[in-house]
């Protein structure tokens, strides 16, 4: 076994985002190569963990020290909850990194007109920082230092935004920052609550000994401060300017930051405040529903490609959220299930709208069509990533959502006949997916072919393979779920 496999995850991308910076002149258009090494070898390390837990290995932890004055320590757990989204995400930024090397080179020519190798490599020295945020927030067992890495992964998206953004990018850029910065600053809150209650602890684990008057404030402020994050309604005005203005090589990056409260909440509401969150979940759920729907016809009224998929992050990753809340076991771990299958889709669909920007220019979907005659990989690739948000068999949607809502109808069943409606009213919400991912394939790939885009080539190789490679991880989810629920079921549960 590899030394300190988890820390290695976590400082490898540090040191040669450092690197990069520092030798970014010398490095030129290297700098995405060794990006992409770097977090390749991110993935391996990850997939060894995995090899071991699978095998019977309950969990891998690892402790450092980090200020003995203050008696903070950086520790680190690997489980059947953590494991699997570290490497889901880490999965994304690499195919990411790849699909960024011909793009954020357009986009710094079009954006200042000529080829500045110093911006290149500054966007991916910034680039590593977001796989180290990402995955320190899911192995942390500290409280102070997931706050941290929540803060990192913000960092890098704000200079992305401003430098190499969209329309009006210079103000997106601070709305996103502060938006984040809300609801990082209420987790904080969250954080520093249970620390006063837990005598001088930022333990996760401690967070269970914590009596029933301090434990409702901690997890409403933590609830809360993320679901600012996740841009659930009434909270997400902000998400769809951001989302749709950022470059589309972290699109994907930014999604998965958004849906990454559903693996927070289940880690430290469910695993360790469940009593007191389940006097939260009904309200939830009926919030996630409201967010749903609304997030739906959001979605349908678009007609900016970048736009639209924005607008449908909104009603996706309510989806999860709407299952956790369930408070049943197949509820939860089909959310989380379904977050990493959406950040999957998300990922394609996202690129798939960056690529066609890149190729023609034009994000208006009233402005394109036929495009499937001269981009025939594209379009399979954007069938694939919608068919994984609509939940068609045999990719991964179908088997998380199909787990979610099991759970999801039997906390209906078990309850109330307001939360069987809302199981019924959840199943609508599904159908309105397929109308808001496939609508576009029709108005985009099929169709008479304008004339101003019968010169449009066929994407690179660079940007098309490793979106392939997520729809095949998407097949093999949809075909074998138990792969990923093998680890989800050792790690979650309500006793």
């Known amino acids: 076994m590899i030394p300190s496999p988890l820390l290695q995850s976590i400082i490898v991308p540090v040191i040669a985002s450092a690197i990069i910076g520092i030798f970014g002149r010398k490095l030129k258009y290297s700098a995405g190569w060794i990006a992409s090494a770097i977090l390749i070898y991110s993935d391996i390390l990850l997939i060894l963990v995995g090899i071991n837990l699978w095998s019977g290995t309950e969990s891998i932890y690892e402790e450092y020290i980090w200020s003995e004055a203050a008696n903070l320590k950086l520790t680190l757990l690997a489980d059947g909850l953590s494991l699997p989204t570290a490497l889901i995400m880490n999965l994304i930024c690499t195919a990411c990194a790849f699909y960024s090397m011909p793009y954020i080179r357009h986009r710094i020519e079009a954006l200042y007109g000529e080829e500045r190798p110093g911006l290149y490599t500054l966007y991916f020295s910034l680039y590593l920082l977001f796989a180290v945020g990402l995955v320190g927030v899911s192995f942390s067992t500290n409280l102070i230092a997931m706050y941290l890495f929540v803060e990192l992964a913000l960092i890098p998206s704000y200079f992305m935004i401003d430098l190499y953004g969209y329309v009006d990018r210079h103000r997106i850029a601070m709305m996103y920052f502060i938006w984040n910065h809300v609801g990082a600053g209420l987790f904080l809150i969250g954080v520093v609550l249970a620390y006063i209650a837990n005598g001088g602890s930022f333990e996760i684990s401690a967070l269970s000994l914590i009596g029933d008057g301090w434990s409702f404030w901690i997890c409403f402020f933590i609830l809360i401060g993320w679901l600012v994050k996740m841009a659930v309604f009434g909270f997400h005005v902000w998400l769809p300017y951001a989302h749709g203005e950022h470059p589309t090589s972290i699109a994907a990056i930014i999604a998965t930051i958004v849906g990454l409260g559903n693996y927070v909440i289940v880690r430290i509401l469910i695993g360790q405040l469940f009593k007191t969150f389940q006097l939260l979940a009904f309200p939830l759920m009926i919030w996630s529903l409201i967010t749903m729907i609304y997030g739906a016809f959001l979605t349908i009224a678009q007609d900016d490609v970048k736009r639209l998929y924005a607008c449908s992050t909104v009603s996706q990753t309510a989806y999860s959220l709407l299952g956790i809340a369930s408070c049943t076991v197949l509820g939860i771990t089909g959310g989380v299930f379904y977050f990493l299958s959406h950040i999957i889709g998300k990922c394609i669909l996202f690129s798939v709208a960056g690529i066609i920007v890149y ?110 490679i997520l729809a095949i991880l998407s097949m093999i989810l949809g075909i074998y779920p138990d792969i990923l629920m093998k680890f989800l079921n050792s790690a979650i549960s309500l006793s």
């Open 359 to 468: 190729e023609t220019g034009i994000r208006d979907m009233r402005r394109l069509g036929g495009l499937g005659r001269s981009m025939p990989l594209t379009a399979a690739l954007c069938i694939l990533g919608s068919m994984i948000l609509s939940a068609i068999p045999p990719l991964s949607g179908f088997q998380a959502e199909w787990i979610m809502f099991v759970g999801i109808f039997r906390q209906g069943f078990q309850g109330s006949t307001m939360g069987l409606l809302i199981a019924l009213i959840g199943i609508f919400a599904t159908f309105l997916t397929l109308i808001y991912t496939f609508w576009p394939i029709k108005r985009i790939f099929f169709g008479p072919l304008p004339d101003e885009l019968k010169n449009v080539k066929r994407a690179p190789l660079m940007m098309t393979i490793p979106l392939l």
